[in-house]
Nanobody
């Protein structure tokens, strides 16, 4: 089992920044493709970003491109999401997730392909 624990969520005004972290334990973190998803009240879970095992490849959802940056530090078993220029529509619970297998953009955006999930961290952006 791979355990994932998110942190760094909170409340911020529009235009502000937050940095989410996801700490992994239990298995070899570097073996997994990692992703961030989010879910707002009453909405389906939405793909935010994904990063390949050794981080040469990243992919972002259209709504966050240019504002959010995914990164990882395999030596620290950690995943990050730097969130800048936040908007009220970014308000959601943010989840980190891990999947095995290859890097295929049409697959890394699908939550059903991820095997392990964290408990989520709340991000609230006020206008």
């Amino acid at each position: 089992q791979l355990q994932l624990v998110e942190s760094g969520g909170g409340s911020v005004q529009a235009g502000g920044s937050l940095r989410l972290s996801c700490a992994a334990s239990g298995r070899t973190f570097s073996s997994y493709i990692m992703g961030w998803f989010r879910q707002a009240p009453g909405k389906e879970r939405e793909f935010v970003a994904a990063i390949s095992r050794s981080a040469p490849s990243t992919h972002y959802g259209d709504s966050v491109k240019g504002r959010l940056t995914i990164s990882r530090d395999n030596a620290k078993n950690s995943l990050y999401l730097q969130m800048n220029s936040l908007k009220p529509e970014d308000t959601a619970v943010y989840y980190c997730a891990a999947k095995g297998g290859g890097w295929i953009q049409s697959i890394v955006i699908e939550s059903s392909f991820y095997n392990y999930w964290g408990q989520g961290t709340q991000v609230t952006v006020s206008s």
